[in-house]
Structure formats: structure tokens, C-alpha cells
């Protein structure tokens, strides 16, 4: 039986790249702190540019992720549809007890039972690299995304089993972010169908 397992809704792309220490010392100076989200999209306009180059950023936001690039749909802002697609014979077709789900991905994750929480929600929770002597700190942005995250055709068999589906989450900084859906040895593929808007957040956390 052949099933589609579509993920939509809101969500949001975080970058996270490590400072040098002058860039840390500007960009926390109260002065200068205020324009930070500006300058990552390339306005200097409110700063000036008569300060040291070490100070100034290579490129816009997107492309400062020197410790990683994260995201993905939002926890508690995305839409899961599970639906039968192709069946096997006429029977399936009309047999009411065939599986499916189209709601927030919240209630059906609450509409799971303990055991099978257990088994399908994995969140892991993203850390900091370990402390070192020359990163004062790391810049943190974050730009909203919308539309389709992830979708698939997956040949389930006779039936689908909830308890080969597994949710894979990471949590960022308080947010939690749906990665990947995997069923059995299948992951659903990301797609290109989703807006980025604009950034959102910008903010620098001491290492």
C-alpha cells in the first residue's frame, strides 16, 4: 500500500557563527548593539564605517554559520498529513480502518499514546562546542520560513504502522525545530517549496 506523509506549516532557519574577540566587543557595546540586525543584512548605514575591518562582517546573515546551520518547522506551527494513496485492491480502498491523520502535528503527538511517544518523538537538544580560550561569544540569527518542509511516497506494506514512523526534533536555544521523518529505512525528502522571509532575530551569547 502506497501512503504520502507531507509536513507544512511555519518554521525558521537559525545560523550560529562564532565571534573574534573584537567583534564580540563591538557588537555587545550598548552603542552598537541596537544596529546588529541591520549590519547582517549588509547596512552599515546606522554605524559608519570608519571602525577597524576586524569589526565588520564577511557576508550577509545566511552566510554566517561557522558552527552550523540549523532549523526547520516549527514545533508548535506545522500541519502532518498522513493519507493512502494507492491501495492494493478495492477491499482497502473501503475498509474505514485504514490509517490516517491530517491535523497539527501537536494533537498527534498528544493523541499518542506513552509507548509510542516514546518511540516515535526523538528531540535532541543542540549544545555549544566546548569552551575555548579565543571565542569570546557567538552570533545567533534566526529568518522565518513558511510552506512545505518535507514530503514522501512510502510503500508501507499490507498497512501502515504507526510505530515505524519516528520524528526526529532538535531543540535550539528554547526552540524546537522537526529535522527529519523517517519511516522504517525511508526519510522523507526536504523540499524547496518554502519562503524564507525576513530575519527575524539577532542576538550575541557569551561562549
Excluded at 108 to 136: C, D, G, H, R, W
Excluded at 145 to 156: A, K, N, P, Y
Excluded at 165 to 189: A, H, M
Amino acid at each position: 500500500m502506497l501512503y504520502s506523509i507531507e509536513i507544512h506549516g511555519n518554521g525558521a532557519e537559525v545560523g550560529i557563527h562564532k565571534l573574534t574577540k573584537a567583534q564580540y566587543d563591538f557588537w555587545t557595546n550598548p552603542e552598537y548593539q541596537p544596529y546588529l540586525k541591520e549590519v547582517l543584512v549588509e547596512d552599515y548605514d546606522s554605524v559608519g564605517h570608519d571602525h577597524p575591518d576586524e569589526i565588520y562582517f564577511p557576508d550577509s546573515y545566511s552566510g554566517l554559520c561557522n558552527v552550523d546551520y540549523l532549523g526547520g518547522g516549527y514545533l508548535g506551527g506545522l500541519w502532518i498529513e498522513i493519507t493512502p494513496i494507492e491501495f492494493d485492491n478495492e477491499e482497502d480502498a473501503e475498509d474505514e480502518n485504514i490509517y490516517s491523520y491530517d491535523d497539527e502535528l501537536n494533537d498527534f503527538m498528544e493523541s499518542l499514546t506513552p509507548a509510542q511517544y516514546k518511540k516515535i518523538v526523538n528531540i535532541e537538544e543542540f549544545e555549544l562546542p566546548a569552551k575555548k580560550p579565543k571565542t569570546p561569544g557567538y552570533l545567533v540569527w534566526k529568518a522565518e520560513e513558511t510552506g512545505m518542509f518535507l514530503e514522501g511516497e512510502i510503500d508501507v506494506g499490507k498497512k501502515f504502522d504507526l510505530k515505524k514512523l519516528q520524528l526526529n526534533f532538535r531543540k535550539v536555544l528554547g526552540d524546537i525545530f522537526l529535522e527529519s521523518v523517517t519511516y522504517e529505512d525511508y526519510q522523507l525528502e526536504p523540499t524547496d517549496s518554502w519562503e524564507t522571509g525576513a530575519l527575524i532575530e539577532a542576538d550575541i551569547i557569551k561562549a
